[in-house]
């Protein structure tokens, strides 16, 4: 057993030595790309710690800095050295990436880059394959690519900023701000109605939004650019939706508290009455989020 062990152990520590070649052998095979991609372009480049080259134009800036939670706003063009364009937001039809700042899962190819950004700052990026896809094939990019990135850092926002944004775009005017936090104004009443109390059966359906937009696939599998996270009917016409009986998001059991059978409104949910500063799967910490809900009865 103890044979067997020591050559696993030799077995390893060679296929270690080969790993190690091999990330040292394209590190300098990416070095001397960039070094030669910069000589041909007569770029000015500064070279960071980590070994990523770049260029930062600040005539735009606003000085602000990103902090954690906060949401960052950005466009930007990825290319190859060769000039094949892999992927792009397109400022001209208003389709942009956004992400919170800080969290664990934002760790990707733009999160070096836009550390090095303020709000209003653009800047061009050549990212080694170490700082990028390393030596994993991603769609249009071979292993081990350098990698172009051209990158703006268009808005930085907090929570309040968030929910302002939130607030014009839906065109929420004059709403009730509860002492929770939670924002809340009636598009459809109904005084007559029954009241959504604990143990009174009702139906509801709702649609969930974001602040921003991003790309995912709707109900149907096709790919759409919108802010909506989720949307349904809780509860069914023969088995109605009973509030005590479940558990829901603070702010979701506040908003209900406030409505009546045949109502309509609309909600802005804090992340402190949502989920938190860890989200959940499919939405991230931090994340302030608006909800449309109509109360029916069963």
Known sequence: MKYIFGILISCALFLSSCSVDTVDEQS?????????????????LQK????????????????????????????????????????STSKAKGINRSTVWGLSN???????????????????????SALAFGGTAYGDVPAYSVIKLELSLDA??????????????????????????????????NPTGASVSADAPVLVNYTGRLAYSY?????????????????GTLGTPTVPFVLSQN???????????????????????PY???YGTAGNSTIPGYSPLYFEISVIAP
């Open 215 to 231: 790309v995912h696939a709707d109900a149907s599998g096709a790919y759409v650019y919108n802010a909506v996270f989720g949307s």
């Open 156 to 189: 930085i926002r907090n929570e309040a900023e968030q929910i302002a944004l939130i607030q014009k775009t839906y065109a929420i005017d004059n709403p009730e701000k509860t002492s929770t936090g939670l924002v809340f104004k009636k598009l459809v009443e």
């Open 28 to 44: 300098n095979k990416n070095e001397v790309e960039i070094q030669n991609y910069i000589k041909v372009q007569k770029l000015t």
């Open 247 to 269: 558990n829901l998001i603070p702010g979701f059991t506040e908003a209900l508290k406030k409505m009546r059978a045949g109502e309509k409104a609309a909600v802005i949910i």
């Open 272 to 274: 402190a009455l949502g």
């Open 48 to 87: 960071s710690p980590e070994g990523l080259y770049y260029q930062i134009n600040t005539a735009g800036s606003t000085g602000k800095i990103k902090n954690q939670g906060d949401l960052v706003t950005f466009n930007y063009k990825m290319t190859l050295l060769d000039g094949t364009v892999v992927d």
């Open 106 to 128: 934002t760790t990707t190819v733009f999160t070096l880059p836009l550390t090095m950004l303020k709000e209003g700052e653009s800047g061009t990026f050549l990212i080694p």
